[in-house]
């Protein structure tokens, strides 16, 4: 397969993951203000923390590999991107892994007790594992004889493409996002919540807002503006609009991580820290990381 065609599907491979996130993202943030979750253990509670804490890295870490597309490579094919999108992948499955493990054991726990929560949790762990993971134990992948680097140029029409592919790996997240903020505000937890609390959720709504603008934006232009051409001015663009969406991602998603964690365990200090350390981990992941990279390179 040709170099261009495995960045395409690695890319769709990750896309495939961060669908999946997609779902557990959108649970975290709503399960505190459903009606049942005054009732659950504080135990339980302190498990929801901790599986929010492991999605939003699942989240991070899916997102990086397009980040580092756009800033370290340029959008450039290469076999050392897509080795760099492998590690990401590998290092993302186990912590999905026991992020779902978690969750069920909640699940099993509220359908029949403690055992079967035990049990879910097990088993909602190991399987996923095992079906993502035995296969490696039987199959050795070959290294490509190529260098990690090549000469030739990418295409115009294939470094569109992966752009489009990045934006569309992106928008899972904030779409998740936006659907828990405009959903939370009709529900009873909401409402016994603080006015300050209210104005937070409101500008975490308004940066995933803009973030989802922003990365719907390159689709738009590209079929009005550019009428479906593929000009190098249109990928600088869409590229810009990919990594500034990503900021007002990691902002929101910090927000919102201070809203939820607020409404858990109702301690301001922790969710303050919650809400400063998944600033700092996304904004290091998608833009410090990768402009590191590209200044020493």
Do not use: C
Not at 166 to 191: D, K, W
Not at 214 to 238: K, M, S, W
Not at 269 to 295: D, E, N, Q
């Amino acid at each position: 397969m040709a170099l261009a065609d495995r960045t395409k599907t690695a890319l769709d491979e990750s896309r495939m993951l961060m669908l999946g996130a997609q779902i557990l993202l959108g649970f975290q943030f709503q399960a505190p203000f459903q009606d049942g979750f005054p009732t659950i253990s504080s135990a339980e509670k302190t498990t929801e923390v901790a599986v929010l804490g492991l999605i939003i890295v699942v989240v991070g870490l899916l997102i990086t590999p397009s980040a580092h597309h756009r800033i370290a490579e340029d959008g450039e094919a290469s076999h050392h991107f897509i080795r760099f999108l492998t590690r990401v992948s590998l290092s993302t499955l186990p912590v999905f892994a026991i992020a779902i493990g978690l969750d069920l054991g909640i699940a099993g726990k509220r359908i029949g007790g403690l055992a079967v929560g035990v049990g879910g949790a097990f088993l909602g762990t190991v399987v996923p594992l095992a079906i993502w993971f035995v296969p490696l134990l039987f199959h050795h992948p070959h290294e490509d004889e190529e260098m990690s680097t090549s000469d030739k140029k990418t295409p115009l029409d294939a470094k569109i493409d992966y752009v489009l592919t990045e934006a569309r790996v992106v928008l899972p997240g904030a779409q998740a996002l936006l659907g828990f903020q405009l959903a939370i505000v009709l529900t009873n937890g909401f409402q016994q919540m603080s006015s300050n609390l209210k104005m937070t959720h409101g500008a975490a709504l308004a940066l995933i807002a803009v973030s989802t603008a922003l990365l719907i934006a390159p689709a738009t232009y590209h079929r009005l503006v550019y009428a479906g051409r593929n000009e190098p001015e249109f990928h600088r663009l869409a590229s810009r609009l990919l990594l500034i969406a990503t900021v007002f991602l990691a902002l929101g998603l910090a927000t919102d991580t201070y809203l939820v964690v607020s409404k858990i365990v109702d301690d301001a200090r922790l969710a303050l820290w919650s809400a400063v350390s998944v600033a700092l981990i996304l904004l290091g992941l998608w833009h410090i990381w990768p402009w590191w990279r590209r200044a020493v390179a």
